[in-house]
């Protein structure tokens, strides 16, 4: 079955690099996802990676991918007050067209400390 | 880009009652949308696919007879809670699947959620 383990918490200073991680047991993955979610609100798309790929970067966030361990990475540059939420790792295998839903890690509490 | 708008954000009602949360694709058509339910502090669990046209497919556990999924149009689903009692308080999310522009990627927009209190 599908599965994916996050860390629940992680806490880092301003201005620090934040890296949350994740792995996952399906080996068809297709493509990674990265979600934000702020309190109280739905999830934002930060990102997604093909599994092919080792690494995405997109401004301060920073993919990384090790599909043999099965493990995804994101990498948040300078961390700000503002990244403080919830990050949810996710993973589907993309059927062209199939009403596939995502697979979410429980979430990694992201706490900035001042 | 693609959004998703989810009605009402919160609700409060009486134990016995029903209550009717929407989710809107405001700028593309979703022939298929997603619920799901989050706990305090858990991750999301999905409860039900929305098939436009079809009825739902429900994830196994979640009673079809208690959360009524209705997608009668290309930009609406909804889930009526029924009889709602105070266990079935939580966060209701809703997301739809946009198109892919070639990538392929299965991505998903979230609604911002309805928070349900049943008192």
């Known amino acids: 079955g599908e599965d994916v383990e996050q860390s629940l918490f992680l806490s880092v200073r301003e201005g620090d690099s934040s890296v949350i991680n994740c792995t996952y047991t399906d080996s068809s993955s297709t493509y990674l996802y990265w979600y934000k979610q702020e309190p109280g609100a739905g999830l934002q798309l930060l990102t997604y990676?093909?599994?092919?790929?080792d690494m995405k970067q997109d401004q301060r966030l920073t993919v990384l991918l090790n599909k043999k361990d099965k493990h995804l990475s994101l990498r948040i540059a300078d961390t700000q007050t503002g990244d403080s939420a919830i990050y949810f790792c996710?993973?589907?295998?993309?059927?062209?067209?199939?009403?596939?839903?995502?697979?979410f890690g429980k979430g990694t509490h992201l706490i900035i400390q001042p | 880009g693609a959004v998703v708008s989810q009605h009402p954000s919160w609700v409060i009602c009486k134990s016995g009652t029903s209550v009717k949360i929407e989710c809107r694709s405001l700028d593309f058509q979703a022939t298929t949308m997603f619920w799901y339910r989050q706990f305090p502090k858990q991750s999301l669990m999905l409860m039900a696919t929305s098939n436009e046209g079809s009825k739902a497919t429900y994830e196994q556990g979640v009673e079809k007879d208690k959360f009524l999924i209705n997608h009668a149009s290309l930009t609406l689903s909804t889930l009526t809670v029924t009889s709602a009692h105070p266990e079935d308080s939580s966060f209701y999310i809703c997301s739809a699947r946009v198109p892919p522009r070639g990538s392929g990627a299965n991505v998903l927009t979230f609604g911002a959620g309805s928070r349900l209190t049943v008192l």
């Open positions: 990676i093909f599994s092919n790929m």
């Open positions: 996710a993973e589907s295998i993309y059927s062209g067209g199939g009403a596939d839903g995502l697979t």
